[in-house]
T-cell receptor
Framework: NAGVTQTPKFRVLKTGQSMTLLCAQD?????MYWYRQDPGMGLRLIHY???????AKGEVPDGYNVSRLKKQNFLLGLESAAPSQTSVYFC????????????FGDGTRLSIL | GQNIDQPTEMTATEGAIVQINCTYQ??????LFWYQQHAGEAPTFLSY????GLEEKGRFSSFLSRSKGYSYLLLKELQMKDSASYLC?????????????FGTGTQLKVEL
């Protein structure tokens, strides 16, 4: 049981390049989330999904797009990377139900030059 | 808006007890979570409170007072491996994907 798996673990991009971060979970969770974590800012929600084929904006969605074509996968896209998007990105998933905690992947460290 | 406050850093001695406080002012309240995050790693779930009172889980306990907008995480018999960041997170709303709002975390350093 791998839990939540993120790929890649590290990436360096140039300004203006595009890329997709992949999150996969094998726990049959309905809900999935993408966060960014910056020093002194805590975890901030970018986008989330409550089920296959559905996505919604979080606190800081600008510059990012997401897709959830399959229940187990949640993709985060950067169409035109900017230095301000340098961050550590975490994916999480959870079951429905108010007591259910979110389970996090190991993160993707992304640098935009 | 949502506002969650935690101390930035704390230092404690191995074998001692430490209390990490969290105060919140949110538009609603539907539960509070504590997570542990070691440097360079993923946050991991520690505890959940939705009703007032103390929840105990081994060396870790978490307390909630909804009327005061206050929670604390109590760590007993501190070990060196407890050096980590501790994140307080509030679920302001029911439904809506169970979204959480996180505090900035408290960096705990355990010393000999």
């Amino acid at each position: 049981n791998a839990g939540v798996t993120q790929t890649p673990k590290f990436r360096v991009l140039k300004t203006g390049q595009s890329m997709t971060l992949l999150c996969a979970q094998d726990m049959n969770h309905e809900y999935m989330y993408w966060y960014r974590q910056d020093p002194g800012m805590g975890l901030r929600l970018i986008h989330y999904s409550v089920g296959e084929g559905t996505t919604a904006k979080g606190e800081v969605p600008d510059g990012y797009n997401v897709s959830r074509l399959k229940k187990q996968n949640f993709l985060l896209g950067l169409e035109s990377a900017a230095p301000s998007q340098t961050s550590v990105y975490f994916c999480a998933s959870s079951l429905q139900g108010e007591k259910q905690p979110q389970h996090f992947g190991d993160g993707t460290r992304l640098s935009i030059l | 808006g949502q506002n969650i406050d935690q101390p930035t850093e704390m230092t404690a001695t191995e074998g001692a007890i430490v209390q990490i406080n969290c105060t919140y002012q949110t538009s609603g309240f539907n539960g509070l979570f504590w997570y542990q995050q070691h440097a360079g790693e993923a946050p991991t779930f520690l505890s959940y409170n939705v009703l007032d009172g103390l929840e105990e889980k081994g060396r870790f306990s978490s307390f909630l007072s909804r009327s005061k907008g206050y929670s604390y995480l109590l760590l007993k018999e501190l070990q060196m491996k407890d050096s980590a960041s501790y994140l307080c997170a509030v679920r302001p709303f029911t439904g809506g994907g169970n979204k959480l709002t996180f505090g900035t975390g408290t960096q705990l350093k355990v010393e000999l």
